[in-house]
């Protein structure tokens, strides 16, 4: 797997949403619960509507960790949910793939697929950073970080982490800083 980075600049943030919304809203959606959620892409996808539909908070049992999370839905990401789920079934997948399986049931996309859209979205906006499905979860920690006054503490529970500087470097904190550093040693 290849390391890749959060989104750190807000405007590029903005260019990825607006074109994902422009392009599909599905692929829209599937960004929105990424920046906003913290999941990984593997908790997303399996996301059905009854999931979130006149919910205030996702609960999730992540796979990786076999633990449940419950993460609160903000406003932003609750209003793009209520336009997009208007008139789906609760047992619809919110990120579903036009292919079915062979007994013809509908299916979520798959995380090569998220890999993808995200990729391609990137290259439309002129993105040069690297990206995966992970920068998604990244993102979230990287602007909680910034928005919480750099509560490291916080956001390793949220993420599951057990040590400060696995979280900082996960989110690109360290290396930023080290960065800082580097550019600004002899002045």
């Not at 890749?4 to 599937?30: H, S, T």
């Not at 997948?93 to 996309?109: A, E, N, V």
């Not at 916080?154 to 982490?161: P, S, V």
């Amino acid at each position: 797997m290849r390391f890749v980075q959060p989104i750190k600049d807000k405007e590029q943030l903005q260019e990825f949403a607006d074109y994902l919304y422009a392009k599909n809203e599905r692929d829209y959606i599937m960004f929105m619960l990424g920046v906003n959620l913290g999941l990984r892409v593997s908790d997303i996808l399996p996301l059905r509507v009854r999931d979130v539909r006149n919910k205030d908070s996702v609960k999730v049992f992540e796979e990786k960790t076999g633990k449940f999370n419950q993460v609160v839905i903000n406003y932003e990401l609750k209003k793009a949910l209520e336009h997009y789920i208007k008139g789906m079934k609760d047992n619809e997948y919110l990120i579903k793939s036009r292919k079915r399986t062979k007994t013809g049931k509908q299916q979520p996309i798959d995380r090569v697929q998220a890999y993808r859209i995200l990729k391609q979205a990137a290259k439309a906006i002129g993105y040069t950073g690297d990206i995966g499905t992970h920068s998604l979860r990244k993102t979230f920690g990287y602007r909680f970080y910034q928005k919480s006054n750099q509560d490291v503490g916080a956001l390793m529970r949220i993420f599951n982490h057990d040590d400060q500087t696995i979280t900082l470097r996960y989110i690109g904190i360290e290396q930023e800083q080290v960065d800082n550093i580097i550019m600004h040693l002899h002045k």
